[in-house]
């Protein structure tokens, strides 16, 4: 089983690929799974590393953004519009680098 990311695993991330189909596959598990399931694993502090099957590049912000999307379509909505403008007025702006 995974451990907890603020553990301080030894084995590292729990490793993801993402192929062109849009299926994330769990090379631990070796089963596909879903954005639900990255989701449930975040909330339990679990680290993971999402890499595209085809060019093994890093795009776990990419599906973590997309799980928030999918939450705040759901009827989750936790963003208000106002934090969203303001955030979105940060891209490219001096206080970019202060955001952590």
Same mark, same amino acid.
């Given at each position: 089983?995974?451990?907890?990311?603020?553990?301080?695993?030894?084995?590292?991330?729990?490793?993801?690929?993402?192929?062109? &189909?849009?299926? #994330?596959? &769990?090379?631990?598990?070796?089963?596909?799974?879903? #954005?639900?399931? #990255?989701?449930?694993?975040?909330?339990?502090?679990?680290? %993971?590393? @999402?890499?595209?099957?085809?060019?093994?590049?890093?795009?776990?912000? &990419?599906? +973590?953004?997309?799980?928030?999307?999918?939450?705040? &379509?759901?009827?989750?909505?936790? #963003?208000? @519009?106002? %934090? +969203?403008?303001?955030?979105?007025?940060?891209?490219?702006?001096?206080?970019?680098?202060? @955001?952590?």
């Amino acid at each position: 089983m995974a451990r907890a990311a603020g553990k301080g695993s030894d084995e590292g991330p729990i490793i993801i690929k993402k192929y062109a &189909n849009r299926r #994330l596959y &769990n090379t631990q598990s070796s089963k596909y799974i879903t #954005l639900d399931y #990255l989701a449930e694993l975040t909330r339990k502090d679990v680290d %993971f590393k @999402v890499l595209d099957a085809k060019t093994n590049e890093d795009i776990t912000h &990419n599906v +973590l953004t997309q799980i928030i999307m999918d939450e705040e &379509n759901s009827g989750q909505k936790m #963003l208000p @519009v106002g %934090f +969203l403008r303001q955030l979105i007025s940060m891209y490219g702006d001096s206080m970019q680098s202060m @955001v952590p």
